[in-house]
């Protein structure tokens, strides 16, 4: 399949509209449980994923230490989530939703659900396996992605002077 396959250009505009629900279903979801982006996708990896140290839920979050440290303690003080001893290391800890945090998410999932209520219950193993396939290379494409330079026709990013309320923008190179 070409990059001008019809097939594949449907499938593709699919995916952009996959993506683009779930963006607006992050939105609103941080609108339900009162948190920001950040925290709703910290609690998201800790809802999928299980208990995780806070540097390793940083990596997937693209944070920086000082950056998750006021994150977590957010989630914290919000009792979405909470720090626990290492199992096996007593000089780290390790990051789990609350009972609180596991039923807020618990209340949203009944939207998600619902995304599959027009879908054949003996094909769901198929959907499972396409779209856990579909994770896995749009995983793959992010990271290769990242590491690509940033491409030279686009305008340089912004950059907000909170101090100032002046927006800068970074010079090329």
Not at 89 to 107: I, K, P
Not at 135 to 148: F, K, N, P, T, V
Request: aromatic share 4%; glycine share 8%; net charge neutral.
């Amino acid at each position: 399949m070409g990059t001008h396959d019809p097939a594949l250009a449907n499938a593709v505009r699919a995916l952009r509209e996959l993506i683009l629900a779930g963006e607006k279903y992050r939105q609103v979801a941080c609108g339900y449980l009162q948190l920001d982006i950040g925290q709703s996708q910290a609690v998201s990896y800790l809802y999928s994923r299980g208990p995780m140290g806070q540097s390793e839920l940083g990596v997937l979050l693209g944070f920086t230490t000082g950056s998750m440290t006021a994150l977590v303690d957010r989630l914290e003080r919000d009792n979405i989530a909470r720090r626990l001893p290492h199992p096996t290391d007593r000089r780290r800890t390790q990051l789990e939703l609350t009972e609180h945090g596991r039923s807020a998410v618990n209340n949203l999932g009944r939207w998600l659900t619902g995304a599959f209520n027009h879908i054949d219950p003996s094909t769901l193993p198929e959907v499972t396996t396409t779209l856990t396939s579909i994770a896995g290379d749009l995983r793959r494409q992010i990271a290769d992605l990242a590491a690509q330079p940033r491409h030279d026709n686009m305008p340089p990013p912004v950059h907000h002077d909170d101090r100032q309320g002046a927006v800068q923008r970074t010079p090329p190179g």
